[in-house]
């Protein structure tokens, strides 16, 4: 999952938040929210995204 380059389709703003990591038919997915009008953007997630996802809640 590449959120580098995420810009919410209604809004135009690029600062976002990753989260809501879940299990859909045995699929993870996490999600990622524009900041400013909470476009959400639902992106499939496999070990190593969400190990990156947790970086970045850590950095």
């Known amino acids: 999952m ?3 380059n995420f810009e919410s389709t ?3 703003h690029r600062r ?3 989260g809501k990591i879940f299990d859909m038919q045995n699929r993870k997915f996490s999600t990622v ?4 009008c909470s476009y959400t953007k639902l992106y499939p ?3 190593s995204t969400l ?3 947790f970086g970045l809640f850590t950095q």
Do not use: F, L, V
Request: aromatic content about 0%.
């Open 33 to 36: 929210t524009c900041s400013r």
């Open 16 to 18: 976002s938040d990753i």
């Open 10 to 12: 209604q809004c135009h």
């Open 45 to 47: 997630a496999d070990g």
């Open 51 to 53: 190990r990156n996802a």
């Open 2 to 4: 590449d959120i580098s």
